[in-house]
């Protein structure tokens, strides 16, 4: 995989993590334990944080990015689906982001919250916890989603990441 430092922000990978060969981490990136980050993602912390959290999953084709000012968190047992772009937001413990959307500046995504496939989560939104965020811009609909209905799918790409790190080999020369 293509890990690279950038003047002194080095990424900080755990050993529980999978990252997949053909992810690109740049900087300042922390990945925490069992953490995962799938082909095409790219994270780069050049200008400020990113952080993983544990057992989130980062997947095929995302862009996460920060600005000089606002640092990207997302917490544990977050779901970021493919093809996802976001920088400088926060996105909390349990939560799903789903495929194609982006998720703007100074956001924040509750805790066990959706914000839904192709959505547009504009600029200093809050999407309040077990919300969902749905639509170009997004709106908010509040109590839409069951406390930890999205755990199951992040623990499944906990145990994906592990199938990986054991059985994905290269085959072309």
Not at 54 to 59: A, D, E, I, L
Request: hydrophobic share 45%; glycine share 12%; charged share 20%.
């Amino acid at each position: 995989m293509p890990v690279y430092a950038l003047g002194d922000r080095v990424p900080s990978i755990d050993p529980a993590a999978y990252v997949h060969p053909d992810a690109v981490v740049i900087g300042d990136v922390v990945i925490g334990p069992g953490a995962t980050v799938w082909p095409g993602a790219v994270l780069r912390g050049d200008d400020n944080r990113i952080t993983v959290g544990p057992r989130t999953s980062v997947q095929d084709n995302a862009v996460i990015h920060c600005t000089r000012e606002h640092p990207t968190v997302i917490g544990a047992d977050v779901t970021i689906g493919h093809l996802v772009h976001m920088e400088g937001c926060e996105i909390r413990d349990g939560a799903l982001v789903g495929s194609g959307s982006k998720v703007l500046h100074r956001v924040v995504v509750g805790e066990g919250a959706i914000v839904g496939a192709n959505a547009v989560v504009t600029n200093d939104t809050v999407v309040p916890p077990n919300a969902m965020a749905l639509g170009v811009p997004a709106k908010i609909r509040e109590d839409a989603v069951a406390p930890g209905a999205n755990l199951d799918g992040a623990a499944a790409y906990v145990r994906r990441g592990e199938r990986f790190r054991a059985g994905l080999r290269r085959l072309d020369p």
